[in-house]
């Protein structure tokens, strides 16, 4: 599986390698981030009973062999560690997959059919206009700025072939608890629930002071543009718990401690960002422990984090 990145689009920032090529991403790209993107990536899997939302056989139909002998092409926007890419390859051999990300990851080993290009989604697309059965982006659009978000998703859907499928998977920004309720950035004035001082860290880290509604603007533009089937725009729910089982024993614990050790390393992962806009080191320390606590799952504070996956055919 992919493991790291070219030294030279890494800079060391606060103990973490940053990377050189956009200020727009604000987290790592080093190794330890790759390895929080594959636990993410085993959650993503897990929750939606494979690497995409769709039934397999539909996956099955867009990639199988071509009488005309063309090969079927997979575009994995973001990519990340490159572990959806790796995989999809794997599993889809007669296909070709390509991986695009700031930084371009380095495998331990290759597959002869999935290679990986450095470049920024910002930038546009141009190269791969027209060329692709299956568009994928994961926990890309949430990353961009907010001006931007609407040309990359248009961007990526003209990187389709007609027919072909895109799909984007992303979290809702805002948490809820147990009984689907928002919860509130926490202060030291209000810190009992509905608060809490993981929402209190993550809209630092995201800067937003309101409630942001990412799924519905994907949703919107998707069913307004005219290059896909309007009929075939759908979205898939995921509410995963954080620290507990989420009333689904076994599997939903198993789950459960997956999303808390993810979310974990997460908010660490943030701390660079937070540092380099003067936010001070003793304050982010006291964030991220008051958050531990409530990621554990106790009774006074059990989060629940929205996962979706939103998708589209093209003409």
């Known amino acids: 599986m992919p493991r790291s990145a070219t030294v030279e689009t890494l800079r060391e920032f606060h103990g973490r390698g940053m990377n050189t090529l956009s200020d727009v991403y604000?987290?790592?790209?080093?190794?330890?981030?790759?390895?929080?993107?594959?636990?993410?990536?085993?959650?993503?899997?897990?929750?939606?009973n494979g690497l995409c939302p769709l039934p397999a056989r539909e996956i099955d139909e867009l990639l199988k062999p071509r009488e005309d002998g063309k090969q079927a092409?997979?575009?994995?926007?973001?990519?990340?560690?490159?572990?959806?890419?790796?995989?999809?390859?794997?599993?889809?051999?007669?296909?070709?997959?390509v991986g695009f990300d700031l930084i371009?990851?380095?495998?331990?080993?290759?597959?002869?059919?999935?290679s990986f290009i450095q470049g920024d989604v910002t930038k546009g697309l141009q190269r791969f206009k027209g060329?692709?059965?299956i568009v994928h982006l994961r926990t890309l659009i949430i990353h961009v700025a907010k001006e931007a978000r609407r040309r990359a998703i248009l961007d990526a859907i003209d990187c389709l072939k007609p027919g072909g499928l895109i799909i984007f998977a992303e979290y809702d920004e805002p948490k809820v608890d147990e009984y689907k309720q928002l919860l509130l950035p926490a202060s030291d004035e209000q810190d009992a629930p509905p608060h809490s001082w993981f929402m209190r860290y993550m809209t630092e880290a995201f800067q937003h002071k309101a409630k942001t509604d990412l799924r519905y603007v994907i949703q919107k533009i998707l069913s307004e543009s005219d290059k896909l089937r309007k009929e075939t725009v759908q979205t898939s729910l995921y509410h995963v718990p954080v620290g507990w089982d989420g009333g689904n024993g076994e599997n939903g614990r198993a789950v459960g401690e997956m999303m808390r050790a993810n979310l974990r390393d997460l908010i660490r992962t943030f701390r660079p960002?937070?540092?380099?806009?003067?936010?001070?080191?003793?304050?982010?320390?006291?964030?991220?422990t008051k958050a531990d606590k409530?990621?554990?799952?106790?009774?006074?504070?059990?989060?629940?984090?929205?996962?979706?996956?939103?998708?589209?055919?093209?003409?």
């Open 26 to 48: 604000k987290l790592p790209a080093d190794l330890p981030e790759f390895d929080r993107l594959n636990s993410q990536h085993r959650i993503w899997t897990r929750v939606m």
């Open 273 to 288: 960002s937070l540092l380099d806009r003067g936010v001070p080191y003793e304050v982010t320390d006291r964030w991220i």
């Open 73 to 97: 092409a997979i575009l994995d926007l973001g990519c990340g560690s490159g572990i959806w890419s790796m995989q999809m390859a794997s599993l889809y051999p007669q296909a070709r997959v």
């Open 104 to 114: 371009e990851p380095k495998p331990s080993s290759r597959l002869p059919n999935c």
């Open 131 to 133: 060329q692709f059965n």
């Open 294 to 315: 409530e990621l554990d799952g106790s009774e006074d504070l059990r989060i629940l984090v929205v996962l979706y996956a939103t998708w589209a055919r093209k003409l």
